[in-house]
């Protein structure tokens, strides 16, 4: 069966620490991962990764796909307490059905 | 370029009513998607439109749920009676690839009392 499974579900660091999140996936015909912020209500795209491009970066925030180990981790430094949010992964499936994880509840302290 | 609309973004009704939720994509995408959200949990996919035709709605319960999307751009979503397990946020998306990102609009908060 197709799944993709977050962890930990909730975290909670002091501003300026290094978080990672992680991501798992079990996919007959994988083609890519996909990570969204979601902060209040609806979800924001981050990165999309793929066989051809397993490592993105923008600013703090950086992703990597490991196709081996079929997980990606979404790593995030310097956190600031703008980066409280839901973190989603997801991967499509079928006919591009996006089936999501329960997301990583990630909470920074001032 | 405007992102994704949708309305209302609240709507509380009690169980065994109707509710019926609008979606306009971003314009030129011709892929649309209605996900439910239930507290704590990723979201769900409903159905998923390619233009005005049905791709997937294998998760959608048809006994109580519809959507269509007549002319091919917006959408609506319709809850017929509502039970109380239907509380959750009714979030729409479109992209204008299959393989590209899915941008989501703000969501509907349904609460079923």
């Known amino acids: 069966e197709d799944k993709v499974v977050q962890s930990p579900l909730s975290l909670v660091v002091h501003e300026g620490d290094t978080v990672t999140l992680n991501c798992s996936y079990e996919?007959?015909?994988?083609?890519?991962l996909l990570w969204y912020k979601q902060e209040k209500k609806a979800p924001t795209f981050l990165f999309m990764l793929?066989?051809?491009?397993i490592e993105k970066k923008s600013g703090r925030l950086s992703s990597i796909l490991d196709k081996k180990e079929l997980s990606s981790i979404l790593n995030i430094t310097a956190t600031q307490t703008g980066d409280s949010a839901i973190y989603l992964c997801?991967?499509?499936?079928?006919?591009?059905?996006?089936?999501f994880g329960t997301g990583t509840r990630l909470t920074i302290i001032p | 370029e405007a992102g994704v609309a949708q309305s209302p973004r609240y709507k509380i009704i009690e169980k065994r009513q109707s509710v019926a939720f609008w979606c306009n994509p971003i314009s030129g995408h011709a892929t649309l998607y209605w996900y439910q959200q239930i507290l704590g949990q990723g979201p769900k996919l409903l159905i998923q439109f390619q233009n005005n035709g049905v791709v997937d709605d294998s998760q959608l319960p048809k006994d109580r749920f519809s959507a269509e999307r007549l002319k091919g751009v917006d959408s609506t979503l319709k809850i017929q009676p509502a039970k109380l397990e239907d509380s959750a946020v009714y979030l729409c998306?479109?992209?204008?690839?299959?393989?590209?990102?899915?941008?989501f609009g703000p969501g509907t908060r349904l609460t079923v009392l």
């Open positions: 996919v007959t015909n994988f083609r890519s």
């Open positions: 997801a991967v499509p499936f079928g006919n591009e059905k996006l089936t």
């Open positions: 793929t066989s051809s491009g």
């Open positions: 998306a479109s992209n204008n690839n299959w393989g590209n990102e899915q941008f």
